[in-house]
């Protein structure tokens, strides 16, 4: 079943275009890997994905539901997470749990219950009072991943959501996306390592605003004769003529 469905989704802002007809589509249970640099516009595609943004054209599906009249559904069905900005710093532990699971529209005994699991799962039993901005960044991360699949979402989008983090946290984070990918969640990650691109079902890759390349890790090297994914990835951000968004 796909649980994403992309067809000829574009966003213009005046003469400029972002994001330039791109097709795709995501199977249920898939991990998803959208890749390109900076400047590419996977951020304003992941965006209108989300809901968040309104496409000038094309058209896509979320979970079933279409980004243009029925993105409150979408935003109940979906996780989001990014580098920059997933937890508040200035609340708890236990504060931010409470906090996302009433903006998930979740019952009040249903996050207090999963709130103790979530806090004893993660180790985190003597912390959970303590300011979010205080912690280590690999245990910010992981706390912001834990709350963003609270709700236990159809889909999580992961937006760069490693960077800065040390190689072992890295993979301790991608063994919990593994883990909700097992118990039936679809992952959607932009990511500018290589090496976590390499855990990914399948990988797209954007440049200008166009999707110019889409397969499987290893299908990809093939096709570029190489025994990494960098090599794919840099050959074909070569190509690019725009700079950073």
């Known amino acids: 079943m796909k ?3 992309v067809n000829n989704l574009t966003k213009k802002f005046g003469s400029f275009t972002a994001v330039d007809h791109i097709s795709f589509s995501v199977s249920d ?6 890749l390109g640099a900076n400047g590419a516009g ?3 595609a992941m965006r209108m994905l989300c809901g968040l943004l309104r496409p000038t054209s094309g058209n896509s599906k979320i979970a079933g539901y279409n980004i243009y009249n029925q993105s409150n559904m979408i935003k109940k069905n979906i996780g989001y997470m990014s580098q920059k900005f997933s937890l508040y710093n200035d609340l ?3 504060e931010n749990i409470n906090l996302f699971g009433g903006i998930y ?4 005994r249903d996050i207090k219950e999963k709130s103790i699991q979530l806090i004893d799962k993660l180790n985190l039993n003597k912390e959970q009072n303590q300011l979010v901005g205080s912690l280590p960044l690999g245990i910010k991360q992981k706390l912001a991943f834990a709350v963003s699949t609270f709700h236990n979402p159809k889909i999580i989008f992961l937006d760069e959501p490693t960077g800065g983090v040390d ?3 890295r993979r301790v984070f991608w063994d919990m996306i593994h883990e909700q990918v097992r118990n039936g969640m679809t992952a959607f990650v932009t990511t500018h390592y290589m090496d976590e691109a390499e855990y990914c079902d399948r990988i797209s890759m954007m440049v200008d605003g166009q999707i110019v390349a889409l397969d499987t890790p290893s299908n990809l090297k ?5 025994d990494n994914l960098d090599d794919v990835f840099f050959a074909l951000a070569r190509k690019a003529t725009r700079g950073d968004d």
């Open 105 to 108: 529209e979740m019952n009040a």
């Open 167 to 169: 190689p072992i946290a």
């Open 222 to 226: 093939k096709s570029y004769e190489t």
């Open 92 to 94: 708890t532990i236990k």
């Open 29 to 34: 249970g898939e991990i998803f890997g959208f």
């Open 42 to 44: 996977k951020t304003t």
């Open 3 to 5: 649980v994403i469905e």
